[in-house]
């Protein structure tokens, strides 16, 4: 039994973490000092928790819970999101001192319930633990300090999660129906053999709803915009980066459901992977606000992730998993550059970016080489990442598809050099003075850039560990 | 012997890519500092690449100065440079522009630090596609070189710098968004899981439609950087508002790239598609070469008057890679070495008048040659290369090109021969018009080039007229490559 429950200690882990910001809660006086070395602290000891766990294999509570690669991978890209977000919290100024221990406490729990959702190998598993960290999300969102334009943010999140996870139920009962069980390992055995009847697919793509909500995909994307301008700077990072690769995900574990050969479902991703880049990328290029333009592009990039996904092969799914991680860093490099430029927690107008190649040369660098990492310019990562994702649609043979999502990724390109624009060539009106940069900041700014450069340029350590998970799933 | 497996090729990229982070370490304000590294780190390469050019061994041919690495397992990738006789002089001309490049930016005081930086990233990308013979490595390399542009022009550009450098950026990365998908599907069609090139250009390794269908997408991608009619409109306004050794670089080497990946890319891999499609790919490179003339005739800025002859001559580097022989690939190659070096000078010496003057429009100037006999001289040389005089490099080029155009294509090589006489009477009205003349005398007073900042005019001109003089040194080393490369087409 003892070794049984070593398999559960990432999650255990945030378990703790969650019980201690629930204890300093309860303290009267505020001290955000002490919250956010404890939760920079523990958050580290996460990294090396999920790092250590990362060859454990098992099944868990009869078989509802899978540990494998595919899973512990997630699990430390999770963890590994969750540090760096709190690395940026130094300057908290978006939510109020007294709410800081909640923030904290919420973070843990959601990325607790995202860890038991890569893991769950069951249909009520998932529902529960997508529900627990939506709900997180749910109360993150309105924590902001602010003029209501949260809360307005975080009824929108709420309504459009709710409808989302109302059709997934619905989903749910359809795949229920047709294969008389719960368990994924089962279904995977019954559902590619009944795959063509209108039922299996339908619930299928209706399950399928509740996690393109997570990641944020046409037409389940209504949401993005507002919450990541109407959430606090440090929770738009977290929304922006671990929940989407948990997102990514459970979509590859229900999509490997199918058994790679449903064309209903694949002419589905395609359409849906098709109109989100696209969408995503126009509207973008409209953006004044660079959270928003963030959001945008996001919802392109959760078109490119589908192109892995939908190619339903090893490689497809290795290419969407080294995508996620290409995503994580370039989204949180971009975030870092947010956070510090807006320190007071307010806003972030991409003008306001401007002069910053003189007010912190760091920074822009950083910022411009993420955005072109996330416009799939090499030597970043966010090229391999492309490349290879259109590399396994390619074997599969949709030439169509990879050439429209080059397209897409030259008008993205586009915006993203509005924002390299901003920042190095714009000069502000009145002169603002050196932006100052911490010790530890431009450590962890460095280690972004340079984990972006040389895992672009060596990608082959991190493919074999992307196709080694990608192995574990099917 | 150790020497001779010393990494030649390695050594001229990684002198780019220290010289980048040397310079990103060095602070700001040392900005005498950041030049002279520059120079030391372009002068290595340059020096290389000579050394390379002079050493490689005619009379073994094929590919010299291997170096393979193998870098991703899974998906066949190779760290693969060579040298070979197209690449050759490619890697020469760019050694020679970015040193020159480097010393005509000598006086540059606006943000040098980022300025060098950028231009090294920039070369390193350059270099790299020269030298690699792996498609993943082409495809980095390539993007590589290209988005430095957008900051080199955009901060340090004049004349609508902003709408240049983003028309440029979104045209050439556009260009990109073809060639991906084409590799790709070269990759996944050969069943060899490599992007080893000499791997991939074995015979019946494609069915000729996949070669003609990856052709199109290749030509078209890469023609886009090669200023092929009708995508070139980017590439006057992108040289216009670039700074001078941004100009220089750009419309001698990045040009080049273009064309040069036409070669490596699509032609290596694709030669049935080659042949399919060599009709279109002349009717473009004629109207290239006509369009080029008769446009560049009607402006009145110096800068759009080389932009436009840009055109017009990578037109006839097409229309050489158009008719399939022995001698029109010659011409073309000898033609993108001869014009990289014509037209740095061309963009260095307006670049100085410019810079004293202020004004790079035609009717403003006038009479220059009384003023700065020496700037001027450079000048006309580059422009009578131009041309196409004898005894300067690029008549050999053009001359071969037209040869082979005729003999093949007779009415497009006639139009374009006639294009030719155009494009030498708008030359000619320029330099009459800038250069002679009543001298405007509100430019008197300004100094003419003096002997240090003559030293990269120097260079370049010596070049035009060494292989002017002595067509052989280069198409020798070219021959050895083109002939067994034609002979061995299906």
């Known amino acids: 039994m003892m070794n049984l429950w070593t398999l559960f200690i990432p999650e255990l882990y945030c378990l703790l973490m969650a019980v201690v910001f629930f204890g300093l809660a309860m303290s009267a006086t505020p001290n ?57 919290c130094t300057e908290l100024n978006g939510i109020e001192e007294r709410h800081h221990p909640e923030f904290y406490l919420f973070l843990s729990t959601c990325t607790l319930a995202m860890m038991l959702l890569v893991s769950s190998g069951e249909l009520l598993t998932i529902y529960v633990a997508l529900e627990l960290s939506s709900y997180s999300l749910y109360i993150l969102v309105p924590l902001r300090r602010g003029d209501g334009i949260d809360v307005e943010a975080g009824i929108k999140y709420l309504m459009v999660g709710a409808c989302a996870s109302a059709v997934m139920l619905f989903g749910l009962s359809y795949i229920f129906g047709v294969t008389h069980t719960t368990y994924l390992v089962e279904i995977i055995q019954v559902l590619p053999s009944v795959i063509g009847t209108p039922a299996a697919i339908v619930g299928l793509l209706l399950m399928l709803c509740g996690f393109f909500f997570k990641l944020a995909v046409f037409p389940f994307h209504f949401w993005a915009p507002d919450v990541y301008q109407g959430a606090a700077n440090q929770v738009t990072a977290y929304i922006a980066t671990a929940s989407k690769v948990a997102a990514v995900a459970i979509i590859m574990r229900v999509v490997a459901l199918s058994g790679g050969n449903s064309k209903y479902l694949v002419d ?64 949180l490099c971009c975030f870092l550059v947010v956070v510090k430029v807006a320190h007071d927690g307010s806003d972030l107008k991409i003008a306001q970016l401007a002069g910053l190649h003189r007010r912190s040369p760091l920074l822009a660098m950083a910022l411009m080489l993420a955005v072109f990492g996330l416009a799939g310019i090499p030597p970043t990562i966010g090229f391999t990442g492309k490349f290879l994702v259109f590399a396994a649609a390619m074997e599969k043979g949709y030439v169509t598809l990879v050439i429209i999502a080059m397209i897409n990724a030259t008008i993205s390109l586009y915006y993203y050099i509005l924002v390299v624009k901003a920042a190095y060539l714009m000069e502000s009106d009145e002169e603002l003075p050196v932006l100052p940069v911490s010790i530890p900041t431009k450590v962890l700014t460095v280690v972004l850039v340079t984990v972006m450069v040389v895992f672009g340029v060596f990608p082959h350590h991190l493919l074999e560990v992307a196709r080694a998970a990608a192995r574990a799933l099917m | 012997m150790e020497f001779a497996n010393f990494p030649y090729l390695s ?27 520059s120079l030391v780190f372009s002068g290595i390469p340059m020096v290389l690449s000579i050394y390379l050019f002079f050493a490689y061994d005619k009379a073994q041919g094929g590919l010299q100065f291997v170096e393979k690495v193998l870098w991703v397992d899974s998906m066949g990738i190779y760290y693969f440079n060579a040298a070979d006789g197209f690449n050759l002089p490619m890697l020469m001309l760019t050694g020679i522009v970015l040193f020159t490049g480097v010393l005509t930016m000598w006086e540059l005081e606006l943000r040098v630090k980022e300025f060098f930086a950028f231009t090294f990233l920039l070369v390193a990308g350059v270099f790299g596609v020269f030298m690699s013979m792996d498609l993943f490595f082409i495809f980095v390399w390539y993007d590589v070189s290209l988005f430095p542009m957008y900051p080199l022009i955009a901060i340090w550009g004049s004349t609508r710098k902003e709408y240049g450098a983003m028309k440029l950026t979104i045209y050439l990365l556009a260009g990109s968004a073809l060639i991906l998908p084409a590799i790709l599907y070269l990759f996944v069609n050969s069943g060899l ?75 290596f891999l694709c030669p049935e598609g080659w042949q399919y499609w060599a009709q279109l790919m002349a009717v473009l490179a004629t109207c290239g070469i006509v369009y080029g003339a008769f446009v560049g005739l009607a402006q009145t800025d110096l800068k759009y008057v080389i932009g436009y002859s840009s055109v017009s001559h990578m037109g006839i580097v097409g229309l050489g890679l158009a008719t399939v022989t022995v001698d029109g690939l010659n011409g073309a190659v000898f033609q993108m070495f001869a014009h990289g070096v014509m037209t740095a000078l061309l963009f260095s010496s307006v670049g100085y008048i410019y810079e004293k003057t202020h004004t790079k429009m035609i009717p403003e100037l006038g009479g220059m040659s009384k003023i700065m006999p020496v700037a001027s001289g450079y000048f006309i040389l580059a422009a009578l290369a131009g041309i196409g005089v004898p005894c300067l490099a690029s008549f050999w080029a ?45 430019f008197a007073h300004l100094p003419d080039l003096t002997f240090g900042p003559g030293i990269p005019r120097m260079i370049l001109a010596a ?28």
Not at chain 1, 34 to 48: E, H, K, N, S, T
């Open chain 1, 32 to 88: 955000p000092r002490r919250d956010y070395f404890a939760a920079l602290f523990m958050a580290g000891v996460g990294v090396v928790v999920a790092l250590a766990s990362v060859r454990l294999e098992g099944t868990l509570f009869f078989e509802a819970y899978r540990v494998d690669l595919f899973s512990q991978v997630f699990k430390v890209m999770l963890a590994m999101g969750f540090f760096l977000v709190v690395c940026l």
């Open chain 1, 268 to 331: 589905v991703l395609v359409t849906l992977s098709i109109a989100s880049m696209t969408l995503g990328n126009l509207v973008a290029i409209v953006q004044k606000d660079m959270k928003r333009l963030l959001a945008y592009s996001s919802i392109s990039h959760a078109g490119y992730v589908l192109i892995g996904i939908l190619s339903m092969s090893a490689s497809g799914y290795a290419s969407a998993i080294f995508y996620a991680l290409a995503y994580l860093v370039m989204n």
């Open chain 2, 463 to 490: 070049v035009i007229v060494l292989f002017g003089l002595f067509p052989s040194v280069m198409l020798d080393v070219i021959q050895v490559a083109s002939v067994p490369f034609i002979n061995g087409l299906p």
């Open chain 2, 193 to 267: 899981n490599t992007f080893d090139i000499v791997a991939l250009m074995q015979p019946g390794v494609f069915t000729p439609f996949q070669q003609k269908f990856a052709f199109i997408l290749l030509y078209l991608g890469f023609g886009i950087l090669a200023g092929v009619w009708p995508f070139h409109t980017w590439s006057p306004v992108g040289h216009v508002a670039a700074p001078t050794s941004v100009s220089m670089i750009h419309a001698g080497v990045l040009m080049k790239l273009g064309a040069f990946g036409v070669l490596r890319v699509a032609i």
């Open chain 2, 398 to 442: 053009e001359l071969l090109v037209f040869i082979a155009a005729f003999k093949t294509y007779p009415v497009r090589g006639a139009l374009a021969i006639c294009a030719l006489v155009v494009g030498a009477l708008f030359m000619l009205r320029v330099v009459q018009r800038t250069f002679y003349g009543e001298k405007n005398e509100q």
């Open chain 2, 11 to 37: 050594a001229i990229l990684f002198s780019c890519v220290v010289g980048l982070l040397v310079i990103l370490v060095i602070p700001a304000e040392r900005k005498m500092l950041i030049k002279w590294v």
